[in-house]
């Protein structure tokens, strides 16, 4: 059987059972949680002080009545944070690269928060579709592309994560395969591809956390403009 | 975002006092009005009734 380089992100099953089921619970099963005495140990205490400092990082520019997606966001983002994280281990399979799961994160919160724009202060919804002091000649047009921005909101926000993560892991194997495939050929550019793969894994390390972190600021700030 | 313009500093007269890219509500009627005037369209060339060609005996 021949391996292809996306065989990666081929959905795990084993026996028919699904085991993307077992990697989303991951997140759930790894994080230990504080304890109902009055301190904490030190690992708690700083998981503690940076979800709370992420929390207000992100509802800083949010008026009181959006404080509500608090719980909701920090959750997010520590799910995102920990699902990118973990894929880089090897053999192991990312959630975030299917564009399924993704779309399913981002549709329904931007609808949230397009629905709640619409109902609680509908005025301000829909005239954020036009830019203040637009001339007067541009203002069908700019209707209708900020119009077709906003329904492309959701769908950029689940491939911006899915294909930032998708390239990051093929270049990662495919970097990989080289090095190893030019060791007993050519050794000094097998060291030299081999430190490349090296600094590439810092990097996918910071965007698996900078596409979470993204991911969560532009819900926020589309929640921002709706309540 | 940027912050709302109460367009207290702009006195509109006329039709630019209800569709004008200032005020919150100026913005929101010239959205309004735009998504009507497609919905219109559509609706047109929708209703437009289709011309069948003649049909001629052979």
Not at chain 1, 88 to 94: G, M, Q, V
Not at chain 1, 144 to 161: C, D, K, M, N, Y
Request: hydrophobic residues 55%; positive net charge; charged residues 10%.
């Amino acid at each position: 059987m021949m391996l292809s380089f996306f065989d990666q992100f081929m959905s795990p099953t084993y026996l028919g059972i699904p085991l993307i089921a077992l990697a989303l619970s991951l997140p759930w099963i790894l994080y230990p949680k504080p304890t109902p005495r009055w301190l904490n140990n030190r690992l708690i205490t700083l998981q503690g002080w940076f979800i709370n400092r992420f929390t207000q990082q992100i509802f800083q520019p949010l008026n009181l009545k959006g404080h509500k997606w608090a719980a909701l966001f920090a959750s997010l983002m520590l799910f995102l944070i920990t699902l990118n994280m973990l894929g880089l281990l090897p053999y192991t399979f990312t959630p975030t690269t299917q564009l399924s799961l993704n779309m399913a994160f981002a549709v329904p919160l931007w609808l949230a928060t397009v629905i709640i724009g619409m109902r609680n202060q509908p005025t301000h919804a829909l005239g954020h579709l036009l830019p203040e002091g637009t001339p007067t000649l541009l203002i069908p047009i700019l209707i209708i592309i900020e119009t077709i921005s906003l329904f492309i909101r959701p769908l950029a926000l689940a491939v911006r994560l899915t294909a930032n993560l998708t390239a990051g892991h093929l270049l990662i194997q495919l970097i990989a395969t080289a090095a190893f495939v030019l060791l007993p050929l050519m050794t000094t550019v097998a060291i030299l591809t081999a430190v490349l793969l090296f600094l590439l894994t810092l990097l996918e390390i910071a965007v698996a956390m900078i596409q979470a972190y993204v991911f969560v600021l532009l819900l926020s700030l589309y929640l921002q403009e709706n309540v | 975002m940027a912050g709302h313009d109460a367009g207290t500093q702009h006195q509109f007269t006329g039709i630019a006092k209800y569709f004008n890219s200032y005020t919150i509500t100026g913005r929101r009627n010239c959205v309004l009005a735009t998504y009507a005037s497609l919905a219109a369209i559509a609706l047109f060339f929708k209703l437009k009734p289709k011309k069948k060609p003649a049909v001629t005996e052979k």
